[in-house]
């Protein structure tokens, strides 16, 4: 893939000087410290008082969104919402913040985080070079919930150690403004615990980091409500890493030979996290996951609900409670069972925006098992089908 060089301004220079003197050329030598056995230490966090600001999701305050903003350049984690999920946010530009991201949420360095950035123009201060997709891709799709990686200027903690970097302009009005505000690229994962199942509204956020960030802004719950698609634009062929927001179908209408993401074993179960660095997040095969063994059924539906139901029975008999996590067509199946219910709607975009909320509900409810249905991979279905995958850690039953 041929790659287009870059003119860099004056502006960009003196924010890459700004880099190297916060330590991002220091960041290799960093992550050969921290990252190996990241998730076999337990961190201490100290205790800090969190605050829920409300922010209008469409008009957000601009007193509020100062009052994040100061809590990043002083650097402080900020939890803030875009349209996919609730981001926990750090200057991308201070390392030791961001260093507070994987403490706060217990994530090896081993796996790197998103850019989020305002203006097209921040791409040349992120990037050694632009493929020529990134502006076709950019005007068809930004802001919104593509991630494109990248060849990154300087690795470091941000990017795993590795040559290339994950950028996104997300579409939420707050998260755009609060970017602006500070004048700096936001460097951003889910605002969970390392993975849990990530967050879709301000209360998901504060169930799992009260204690580890002074500020949540809530702008209510997020619309599309699974992550952001990652698409490699560094492989030899466009390939997408993660699918998310955006679906391989509308890709391909910009990008006719975007490839679909690599369809791994479900065989794995309860491994532990890869110590080689990740090319993006969300690629371990247990992630998103409630914690309560999930079951996976895959089928026509008829097959999956005639499946589910005879399961549902058989883990009753042996004084379990069931949960289900399905769609409006088949809660005929299961509204007399005695099984804890969560439907998640009937259109996709519907689906896709109550899914984790869905998990979350199941897990709270205090079930034992919870046991979810595919729909398809079409669309967001592919998207769907892929949380539902690491949610269950591979556990599939094909019917």
């Known amino acids: 893939m041929g790659l287009a060089p870059i003119l860099v301004s004056e502006h960009a220079v003196a924010w890459l000087d700004r880099a190297a003197r916060a330590g991002w050329g220091q960041a290799p ?10 998730w076999r230490t337990t961190v201490v966090m100290h205790d800090i008082q969190t605050n829920v600001l409300p922010v209008n999701a469409h008009h957000p305050d601009p007193a509020s969104i100062e009052r994040a903003a100061a809590l990043l350049r002083h650097g402080e984690l900020v939890v803030f919402p875009t349209e996919t999920v609730y981001g926990l946010g750090a200057d991308v530009l201070q390392t030791a913040a961001v260093e507070r991201i994987f403490t706060a949420k217990g994530r090896p360095f081993s796996d790197p985080l998103i850019v989020h950035i305002a203006s097209e123009d921040t791409l040349a201060m992120l990037t050694s070079s632009i493929p020529p997709q990134v502006r076709q891709l950019a005007d068809a799709f930004w802001p919104g919930p593509l991630t494109l990686i990248l060849p990154a200027r300087v690795p470091g903690l941000i990017t795993a150690g590795l040559e290339t970097i994950a950028v996104r302009m997300p579409r939420h009005p707050v998260a755009l403004a609060l970017i602006r505000a500070l004048g700096s690229p936001i460097a951003a994962p889910s605002a969970n615990r390392f993975m849990h199942v990530s967050p879709t509204t301000a209360q998901h956020a504060l169930a799992d980091l009260a204690g ?3 500020l949540i802004l809530d702008s209510g719950p997020c619309t599309v409500g699974v992550e952001s698609t990652i698409l490699d634009l560094c492989a030899d062929v466009p390939t997408i890493l993660r ?4 679906s391989l179908e509308a890709l391909r209408t910009i990008v006719p030979d975007v490839q679909p993401p690599h369809r791994r074993s479900t065989t794995s179960s309860n491994e532990a996290p890869d110590e080689k660095a990740q090319k993006a997040p969300g690629q371990l095969l247990i992630h998103y996951a409630p914690a309560v063994p999930t079951y996976l059924f895959e089928g026509a539906a008829h097959a999956m609900r005639t499946s589910m139901l005879a399961e549902v029975r058989k883990r009753q008999q042996q004084g379990k409670h069931v949960g289900v996590l399905i ?4 809660l005929a199946t299961f509204q007399e069972t005695g099984a804890f219910i969560y439907t998640l709607g009937g259109a996709p975009e519907q ?10 509900t199941l897990e709270e409810a205090g079930v034992q098992v919870i046991l979810c249905r595919s729909f398809g991979e079409q669309g967001l279905g592919l998207a769907v ?7 269950a850690g591979g556990k599939v039953v094909y019917v």
Do not use: N, Q
């Open 29 to 38: 030598s960093l992550l050969k410290r921290y990252c190996t056995h990241f």
């Open 327 to 330: 769609a409006d067509e088949d």
């Open 351 to 360: 689906i896709a925006a109550h899914l984790f909320a869905g998990l979350r």
């Open 212 to 214: 580890r960030v002074p």
């Open 385 to 391: 089908r892929d949380r539902l995958l690491k949610a």
């Open 243 to 246: 699918p998310g927001g955006i």
